[in-house]
């Protein structure tokens, strides 16, 4: 089970999705290669060896890249696992780093630094559901 967020690029006025206009046609992350030299500095402990399925691991989290195989790429999904507010920080190196913001798939909603209501709720949920991570 993971918390699952997508990295896109919005409009840097946009701070919601509701505000998403209905005919918005977001721009692409960049050409592969572009995405793939931006993910290594945001988070050079990336394993990347399979470009278009990173992993990212902390001391009590995880995270794969679902980075694709199109080019150009025109977002990126994420699949946390664990727990550790710690596991955010190169979430928002990754979102700063591709210019884009981050949505939790879980309410759909924007999510910047400070604000981690979405996976605190994830792990609350998880943990009545499968039992505390380990």
């Known amino acids: ?7 896109l690029r919005l409009p840097d006025d946009i701070t919601s999705v509701r505000e998403i206009p209905s005919d918005h046609a977001p721009d692409p992350l960049g050409r592969r290669h572009d995405v793939l030299a931006a993910v290594a500095r945001a988070v050079p402990e990336a394993d990347l060896s399979d470009p278009s399925w990173g992993t990212l ?23 946390i696992r664990g727990s550790g507010d710690d596991v955010l920080m190169p979430v928002f190196r990754l979102a700063e780093s591709l210019r884009c913001k981050v949505i939790d798939c879980t309410d759909g909603e924007l999510i910047a630094p400070g604000r981690a209501s979405g996976w605190h709720a994830f792990q609350q949920f998880r943990d009545q559901v499968v039992g505390p991570s380990q």
């Open 1 to 7: 089970m993971s918390w699952d967020v997508f990295l």
């Open 57 to 79: 691991s902390g001391s009590t989290w995880s995270i794969e890249l679902n980075i694709g195989s199109e080019d150009p790429v025109d977002s990126i999904m994420l699949h």
